[in-house]
């Protein structure tokens, strides 16, 4: 039946973070005692003050559509979570909220991207970076990276990348999957190169920004001579706990912002009302209300990279930044563990869900075939059990 479908779908892969998950909760309704470390999803609930903003905006009869952009006065919050947290400056037609920061992704390539353009992705990258361009009619090119270097790209490996046809450049800081932060200072050297290249567009995907363990956070925006070429992209799903409220956001140059209003018009329209009036309160409290989950997450970071550092084979450098940890597993290709032979990571961690009982993501789907991706978004009981069983796996 796929003959009857579009080239376009038929060639786009499978969210790897997705399947897992899928194939996690499979195994989890025949009995199986699974795991979870595969989607990045923060245990904590929603904090009060967001629960209670929902309520009341229930109360408040919100129901009807949403401007396509966003209600006027959650762009206010965003505009001065931007000017608080990031230094930047914008204004309401410079902002447009969207069905989570998925979507603003993907109204970006679909507005910036023409068939035939290059997309830099510094790998590894997140794994729907490479389909949203792809399907856009981008065509993904990969900068390699290695856990020597913390997973960050040079300025001398991005010149070498940019053609005539670069268009667009993807990346996370902090970054989804390595946890990697960019100083300020590599992010200079970035853009010293990016600015002899005008036509590229720069996509700065910071959904990880308060998720930060070394300090401030940077934005290339900040840059006065890249404001007019980055948007910056974020959402409330990873740092205040609000994966399924949907909601993320941009800031850009502003015939950018108005394409994006113009694609969204004809596809899903405004977001949800709801969720929306919960992201104001969310925005207008300080980050330090939600600090409590990051100390947390830190906290974890040392259990798990301690518990990492006592199974044979695997190597991790200490991310500074996100909830993963992406250990390169490449000891273990060309073994054979109980009748399975590795020969890559999509079979390491395959096995680790079949004979560990614990789900984990392929570092192939984020453009490194070394290694995994591993969350520590979960409990500290969860994570200790899920180590002792994959080193019990790989003994």
Not at 36 to 44: A, I, N, Q, W
Not at 79 to 102: C, H, M, W
Request: hydrophobic share 40%.
């Amino acid at each position: 039946m796929n003959s009857k479908l579009s080239n376009r779908v038929n060639n786009m892969s499978t969210s790897a973070t997705l399947a897992m998950a899928a194939k996690a909760r499979e195994l989890r309704e025949e009995g199986k005692d699974i795991i979870g470390l595969s989607l990045g999803e923060p245990d904590f609930t929603v904090p009060e003050f967001v629960k209670e903003a929902a309520i009341q905006a229930v109360k408040d009869d919100y129901h009807s559509y949403t401007p396509v952009d966003g209600y006027g006065d959650l762009k206010k919050a965003i505009i001065l979570k931007f000017k608080r947290d990031n230094d930047l400056e914008y204004t309401p037609s410079q902002i447009v909220v969207s069905t989570g920061a998925k979507q603003s992704l993907a109204n970006l390539a679909q507005v910036i991207l023409n068939e035939g353009d290059e997309v830099l992705l510094p790998a590894p990258y997140w794994v729907s970076y490479s389909d949203i361009s792809k399907v856009s009619g981008g065509i993904p090119v990969e900068i390699p990276t290695s856990i020597e270097s913390d997973f960050k790209v040079t300025p001398e490996a991005l010149e070498a990348a940019i053609t005539p046809k670069t268009k667009m450049m993807i990346y996370s800081s902090p970054c989804n999957p390595s946890g990697s932060v960019y100083s300020k200072e590599e992010l200079r050297a970035l853009a010293d190169v990016l600015v002899k290249y005008p036509n590229i567009i720069v996509v700065s995907d910071e959904i990880y920004e308060h998720i930060n363990y070394v300090g401030d956070h940077v934005s290339m925006a900040a840059f006065e001579d890249m404001y007019d070429r980055t948007v910056t992209v974020n959402g409330v799903s990873k740092a205040y706990s609000m994966t399924g409220w949907r909601i993320g956001y941009i800031g850009g140059p502003e015939y950018i912002a108005r394409a994006c209003n113009k694609m969204q018009g004809q596809v899903t329209s405004g977001a949800n009302c709801i969720a929306q009036r919960a992201t104001i309160a969310a925005l207008e409290n300080p980050p330090s209300k939600i600090h409590y989950m990051v100390e947390a997450f830190k906290g974890r970071r040392k259990l798990i990279l301690d518990l990492i550092s006592n199974i044979p084979g695997i190597k991790a450098n200490e991310p500074d930044g996100a909830f993963y940890v992406f250990p390169d597993v490449s000891f273990y290709f060309g073994k054979t563990l109980n009748g399975v032979t590795i020969n890559s990571a999509g079979d390491f961690a395959l096995y680790l869900l079949e004979h560990a009982n614990v789900a984990t993501v392929t570092g192939e789907a984020f453009g490194d075939p070394n290694c995994i991706r591993i969350s520590y978004a979960a409990s500290e009981e969860d994570i200790k059990e899920a180590m002792k069983r994959i080193k019990e796996a790989l003994a």
